[in-house]
């Protein structure tokens, strides 16, 4: 539970910060799990699970799970 709090944290904090400064943030790592609606993506020991918006980009860009994927929102 606290994981998946502190990933919330994590990712709130990301797309509030981009929305502020206009930074964007690039995720590398095995593709978990994609949905219409978000991505998992496991880098290094951590998991980051994003939100999809029309700002996020994903290369390549129909991958399958346990694919390598470049993750930017």
């Known amino acids: 539970m606290k994981m998946k ?8 904090g990301c797309m509030l910060g981009s929305i502020a400064l206009g930074q964007t943030l690039t ?4 593709l978990c799990s994609l949905t219409k609606t ?6 290094g020991t951590h998991y980051w699970t994003v939100q999809r918006t029309t700002s996020t ?3 390549p860009p129909s991958p399958a799970a346990g694919a390598a994927v470049t ?3």
């Not at 709090?5 to 994590?10: D, E, G, K, L, P």
């Open 57 to 59: 980009s994903i290369t």
């Open 71 to 73: 993750v930017q929102c």
């Open 27 to 30: 995720i590398t790592g095995t």
């Open 5 to 12: 709090i502190f990933t919330f944290t994590i990712v709130v």
């Open 38 to 43: 978000e991505i998992t993506v496991k880098e």
